[in-house]
């Protein structure tokens, strides 16, 4: 059960973008980020964790794990991460997130026509294994998505250097719409701890409505919570702010 009152969200939400777009507007469109602190949780005991929550789609689990989390897929099979849980979030919070497409000839001319960036076979098998190649290409893009009948060749053309960026792509079949797995991928948040006991995410940005920054942070909150050992009891604190303005606090 939530600890978020949902009007009280609403006032922080209200007063950040006050401050954002009325008070000190920028240059450019700021961040919503959500902050957590937590409490009563080793690092280096417990579990560290990661997991990701996303808009739409069904995950591929090769193994997965048996959490009872209702709302939530679960699985161990996330490139690096040591598991994932997939739920969603209605608004995307990065629109301008970079995401390449690599595919198979059809998909390669579906991406040019909507224009997104593609690479297909004979561009990846250019990068030779190259670590050096391939970690540039993984800090170029934000995201990948590969057509079915390239995504299992990934690790034998390219080596496992997207899967240690924890970029390795999601499936595209022909069925799909390209554009609507862009957006899916666009929609997806990751939290991931690993020796420190603060977190943070994007969950939107200041153009985006009080509304819709309510909806994604009360889902980034309860997904969160989901992963904790003892759940509320682990959460010390939890803020949210725009790139340049003050944090509020929302528990």
């Known amino acids: 059960m939530s600890k978020i009152n949902r009007e009280s969200l609403r006032e922080n939400v209200d007063s950040m973008l006050k401050y954002s777009l009325e ?20 690092p280096q005991k417990d579990k560290r964790f990661a997991g990701t929550v996303k808009e739409l ?19 161990n099979t996330c490139g690096s991460l040591d598991f994932c849980m997939l739920s969603r979030l209605k608004y995307i919070p990065r629109p301008k997130m970079k995401v390449c497409v690599l595919g198979d000839q059809q998909h390669c001319d579906e991406a040019k026509a909507n224009e997104v960036p593609c690479m297909d076979v004979e561009a990846l098998k250019k990068l030779n294994k190259n670590k050096k ?21 990934i690790p034998r053309i390219v080596g496992p250097g997207l899967n240690k960026a924890g970029k390795f792509p999601t499936m595209l079949t022909h069925s799909d719409s ?74």
């Open 23 to 42: 008070e000190k507007k920028r240059k450019f469109t700021e961040s919503v980020e959500l902050q957590i602190s937590l409490k009563n949780y080793d």
């Open 57 to 75: 789609g069904i995950a591929q689990w090769t193994s997965p794990r048996v959490l009872n989390l209702e709302g939530y897929s679960v699985g």
């Open 133 to 153: 190649l391939v970690k540039k290409l993984a800090k170029k893009y934000d995201a990948f998505i590969a057509s079915d009948s390239l995504i299992k060749q």
């Open 178 to 251: 390209m554009i609507s797995k862009v957006n899916e991928v666009k929609a997806t948040i990751r939290f991931q701890m690993k020796k420190v006991l603060c977190l943070a995410v994007a969950v939107g940005h200041v153009n985006m409505s009080t509304e819709e920054l309510v909806s994604n942070i009360m889902m980034a909150i309860n997904f969160l919570v989901s992963l904790l050992k003892k759940n509320w009891q682990n959460v010390r604190a939890l803020y949210v702010k725009s790139t340049m303005g003050p944090a509020h606090r929302i528990y």
